[in-house]
T-cell receptor, first 115, second 110 residues
Framework: SAVISQKPSRDICQRGTSLTIQCQVD?????MFWYRQQPRQSLTLIAT?????????ESGFVIDKFPISRPNLTFSTLTVSNMSPEDSSIYLC????????????FGPGTRLTVL | QKEVEQDPGPLSVPEGAIVSLNCTYS??????FMWYRQYSRKGPELLMY????GNKEDGRFTAQVDKSSKYISLFIRDSQPSDSATYLC??????????FGKGTKLSVKP
């Protein structure tokens, strides 16, 4: 399967600041997704990153808080804006279209702590 | 009722044991069923993928889907300490929004 990388792997940020997380896939994929994984909670889909158009957000997530870009078929960014301690979480990107099953493969995650 | 229910454990077994992990779900429209394995501080790794009902075997792992009961299982035979991880079930209606269980933390003791 393809390799999915994320930067940064972890960060500690101050309240009110923003952080941009990058996701790079080593081959072209049809779909890319962003998830949040909070302690003792299910992995939750934030949005689908659409190439060349605005992302599709799930209920409870808005573009102003989590702007997403996807300039091409191998790269996407997620920004966590105006952070608060409640945003402390692991953020994961995934991609599909890498194999015949078209199921999703995940990156290693970005561990974010907001003070 | 949550869409996907999974016992978080933790589950501790001796090496060589057969492990049974389960999830129940409420949405009868789910067609795609997956099991992911997640080691500490790593991203989820796809372990098994099943479309619709039936069994699928891959080495020591067997995935079962019973759509009539809305119940999926993952069996691990001859469990090894390297199998110690959190196992996440996931399912979807189409090839998009995956709905995950909370994960079951498994520990295999030597």
């Amino acid at each position: 399967s393809a390799v999915i990388s994320q930067k940064p792997s972890r960060d500690i940020c101050q309240r009110g600041t923003s952080l941009t997380i990058q996701c790079q896939v080593d081959s072209q994929v049809t779909m890319m997704f962003w998830y949040r994984q909070q302690p003792r909670q299910s992995l939750t889909l934030i949005a689908t990153a659409n190439q060349g158009s605005e992302a599709t957000y799930e209920s409870g997530f808005v573009i102003d808080k989590f702007p997403i870009s996807r300039p091409n078929l191998t790269f996407s960014t997620l920004t966590v804006s105006n952070m608060s301690p409640e945003d402390s979480s692991i953020y994961l990107c995934s991609a599909s279209g890498l194999a015949r099953t078209d199921t999703q493969y995940f990156g290693p995650g970005t561990r974010l702590t907001v003070l | 009722q949550k869409e996907v229910e999974q016992d978080p454990g933790p589950l501790s077994v001796p090496e060589g044991a057969i492990v049974s992990l389960n999830c129940t779900y409420s949405n009868s429209a789910f067609q795609y069923f997956m099991w992911y394995r997640q080691y500490s501080r790593k991203g989820p790794e796809l372990l098994m993928y099943t479309y619709s009902s039936g069994n699928k075997e891959d080495g020591r792992f067997t995935a079962q889907v019973d759509k009539s009961s809305k119940y999926i299982s993952l069996f691990i035979r001859d469990s090894q300490p390297s199998d110690s991880a959190t196992y996440l079930c996931a399912m979807s209606v189409s090839q998009g929004n995956l709905i995950f269980g909370k994960g079951t933390k498994l520990s295999v003791k030597p």
